[in-house]
């Protein structure tokens, strides 16, 4: 009976350790396709950016062409190359805040992937009685707020979950 209790035990933390692994090695794909589309932001941003140099490069070049006519017609009068260069400024901004926000996206998906791992984690461990219940409870808890900082509507729906599952138990 001990024996078999032993095997049960083994093959629980071994099914647990299976399952770990596997989150793990989606995590990491997960990761690896968050890298690859930020990668492909990254050359499309490169891309805009050339085009824009470019761009820039024939309206300065136009602009240079246009001033010396201008001023063979008439001196004092002045293009607005501060327009040109507010655009191409507002370009490396808006650019520089898709990044940021991209980035603060993908923290917060890893956290929230985190902290829902950490929950199954606790449940599994505490249904193998790894942990008490008021450990795993606290453990769900703490995740559950980690979570509400990045996504609150899914924080509420692991609540409600969480509440159905303290209950039945």
Same mark, same amino acid.
């Given at each position: 009976m001990i024996k078999n209790s032993e095997q049960l035990r083994n093959y629980s933390i071994t099914l647990l350790c299976v399952v770990a692994t596997f989150f793990l /090695?989606?995590?990491? /794909?997960? !990761?690896?396709?968050?890298?690859?589309?930020?990668?492909?932001?990254?050359s499309k941003v490169e891309e805009i950016k050339t085009e824009i140099s470019l761009?820039?490069?024939?309206?300065?070049?136009?602009?240079k062409d246009l001033i010396t006519k201008v001023e063979e017609i008439k001196?004092?009068?002045?293009?607005?190359?501060?327009?040109v260069y507010d655009d191409y400024k507002?370009?490396?901004d808006e650019q520089r805040e898709?990044?940021?926000?991209?980035?603060?996206?993908v923290e917060n998906a890893g956290q929230v992937f985190n902290g829902i791992i950490t929950i199954f984690s606790a449940r599994i461990m505490e249904d193998e009685r790894m942990i008490s219940r008021s450990d795993a409870d606290i453990l769900v808890i703490d995740s559950i707020s980690k979570i509400k900082k990045s996504n609150q509507? !899914?924080?509420?729906?692991?609540s409600?979950?969480?509440?159905?599952?303290?209950n039945k138990r």
């Open positions: /090695i989606f995590y990491a /794909i997960y !990761l690896n396709n968050k890298i690859k589309a930020q990668q492909d932001l990254i761009n820039l490069n024939k309206k300065i070049k136009f602009q001196t004092g009068l002045s293009l607005n190359f501060n327009k507002f370009a490396i898709l990044e940021l926000s991209f980035k603060e996206n509507t !899914l924080a509420e729906l692991i409600i979950i969480n509440r159905n599952w303290i």
